[in-house]
């Protein structure tokens, strides 16, 4: 049996960052629940711990260093030291480039990027302590590159060199950094593209599942399931890597 480690999960209110907490906390661990106000994540706190589980609901603006420092030192103070890290805090801007503000593009930076960075820095410093770590960061098949999403698409795949330097900084202190990249999967932000686009969402739906091999979209505990085992201490030999979890191939 694995000791009970710490985790925080960014996002955690709803959609892929509210399953992936629960899984965590299923698998053992104690899982702080960020987003950004701390009242949304009551639900997921509340699921943990109807669960058995244990679980902190911490608000916190990821893009902002103060709030991030903050959030990470009640953590470390009311469950420990937090040695599992899953950012996947995001926001959509969508729109194309010629209508595209800047304040578009710098919310979507900040929150992706940015709010990555300043987590991974704050929770490294417990990890390098500790001889253990493990980051996910929450990419995405828009990292090819998605109509609508210059902003976004930039992001993702910014997280994907992000993840990849982190392996290589701090594998020596046996913390591993991977991506997970999504396709489609049935969330609220998906639901979102869906209006904006002006389809109903049930549509959107089947004709997304329709051009998935397996068929089927995406739902937010299939990614949960990957990020899991990537947070395990039997993915210690994993790192660098970026998954696409997409009911199909990606080049």
């Known amino acids: 049996m694995s000791p009970q480690r710490v985790a925080i999960v960014t ?4 959609g892929i960052g509210a399953a992936t907490a629960q899984r965590l906390a299923k698998d053992g661990n104690a899982v702080a629940v960020l987003d950004l106000d701390e009242g949304s994540c009551a639900g997921t706190v509340s699921a943990i ?8 609901a911490v608000g916190v603006d990821v893009s902002k260093a103060d709030q991030v420092e903050a959030a990470v030192t009640r953590v470390g103070d009311e469950l420990g030291a937090p040695v599992i890290l899953v950012n996947n805090a ?3 801007r969508d729109n194309l480039i010629f209508k595209m ?27 390098t302590q ?3 770590g493990r980051i996910v960061n929450l990419s995405s098949s828009s990292a090819q590159g998605n109509r609508g999403q210059a902003n976004y698409s930039a992001a993702k795949a ?3 060199g992000f993840t990849k330097t982190l392996a290589i900084e701090l594998g020596r202190f046996g913390v591993t950094a991977n991506a997970v990249a999504p396709g489609f999967v049935q969330t609220d932000m998906t639901a979102a593209t869906a209006q904006r686009l002006g389809v109903p969402f049930e549509e959107f739906i089947k004709h997304s599942a329709s051009q998935i091999p397996v068929q089927r979209v995406g739902q937010p505990e299939d990614i949960a399931a990957t990020i899991a085992f990537l947070c395990s201490e039997e993915a210690g030999f994993v790192s660098g890597q970026v998954i696409y979890v997409a009911g199909g191939p990606l080049d």
């Open 11 to 14: 996002g955690a209110a709803r």
């Open 130 to 132: 500790e001889k253990y």
């Open 101 to 127: 503000t800047e304040a578009d593009w710098d919310a979507v930076m900040n929150v992706h990027l940015k709010g990555a960075f300043l987590m991974t820095k704050a929770c490294q410093a417990y990890m």
């Open 90 to 92: 995001g926001i959509i």
């Open 49 to 56: 711990e109807a669960a058995g589980g244990t679980a902190l």
């Open 158 to 160: 910014g997280m994907q």
